[in-house]
């Protein structure tokens, strides 16, 4: 089954079964997705185990590795040289993987939370240009940390509140723009916080709901997911914070939302992931037109 969603520039045909099949005949509860330089698709899957399932583009599943090592699957972000930066919510952990499930480096202690300190139940790991790595911490913290390339802790900013700088609970994505600013996906206050590396507040936008995801392609397009029942959408928006598009409707059908997209990648044809974590068996393939 498909549907044709967005328009424009930004129309996608979804399907809404991708990755189902004799292998797979439905997901569990999926947390994350993200796509390496061959286009594969990493699906990380939550409930009934928490693992990570490595997908073809056509959605043929090529394996499945992790069940064990993870407490609850939260984020995943792929690099540009295929090493995914996984968090681990329960587990209280950032870890870094190979494409075939190797483990690199493990930052935090598992099953022991940090006051303020990394990590009480992160949410999301970016891996700047620099090489430094940013993380949102996330459900237990309203932090965001910068670390160095070598995983050495450099700085830490924010605070609960409403502010300016201020977050509460999740503290749920970051990005960094060719700009060098880092955007932060301040859940609860429903914007997007927008900073020096240093941690200075520069700006913020809001009118997005519920915000949960955030990507940015090679065009500089600001891509994010999130809202509540009602009001879930899909937003592409310019690096100064203009909006460019934005669809999304409640269903059960294919190109519609039950629940808020928590996660989503693109692929190098400009093809979506999207996936929600409200309901089991919510992973969407959009294919850009």
């Known amino acids: 089954m498909s549907a044709i969603v967005g328009s424009g520039d930004f129309s996608y045909e979804a399907e ?3 990755g189902r099949g004799p292998h797979r005949p439905e997901f569990g509860l999926v947390s994350g997705v993200a796509c ?13 185990r928490s693992e990570m399932m490595v997908f073809e583009p056509n959605g043929r599943l090529i394996t499945t590795w992790g069940d064990g090592a993870f407490e609850q699957a939260h984020g995943v972000w792929m690099s540009e040289d295929d ?15 190979t494409c075939d499930g190797t483990l690199l480096a493990t930052w935090g202690t598992r099953g022991q939370p940090g006051v303020e300190a990394p990590f009480n139940r992160p949410t999301r790991a970016f891996r700047a240009p620099s090489g430094e ?3 949102t911490d996330g459900y237990g913290n309203h932090r965001v940390h910068r670390f160095s390339a070598e ?5 830490s900013w924010g605070t609960e509140g409403t502010g300016p700088g201020e977050f509460t609970r999740p503290v749920h994505n970051v990005c960094v723009d060719e700009r060098g600013r880092v955007l932060v996906l301040d859940r609860g206050n429903d914007r997007v916080q927008i900073f020096t590396r ?4 520069l700006d913020q936008w ?3 709901a519920m915000p949960q995801e955030m990507l940015i ?3 500089n397009t600001v891509y994010i997911i999130g809202g509540r029942l009602g009001t879930q959408h899909v937003t592409m928006m310019t690096l100064d914070g203009e909006l460019i598009a934005r669809w999304g409707e409640y269903g059960t059908a294919p190109g519609q939302f039950v629940g808020s997209p928590h996660g989503m990648w693109f692929d190098s044809r400009g093809d979506l992931y999207i996936i929600e974590v409200e309901a089991d068996n919510r992973m969407q393939k959009f294919v850009r037109r």
């Open 133 to 135: 790595v940013f993380v």
């Open 198 to 201: 240093d941690g200075e507040y």
């Open 151 to 155: 995983g050495q802790l450099e700085l």
């Open 217 to 219: 392609d090679d065009d």
């Open 83 to 97: 090493i995914l930066y996984v968090t681990d919510t329960n587990g209280h952990t950032v870890t870094q993987w």
């Open 16 to 18: 809404g079964n991708w």
């Open 36 to 48: 390496d330089s061959q286009d594969r698709v990493y699906v990380f899957q939550r409930f009934p």
């Open 206 to 208: 809001r009118d997005i």
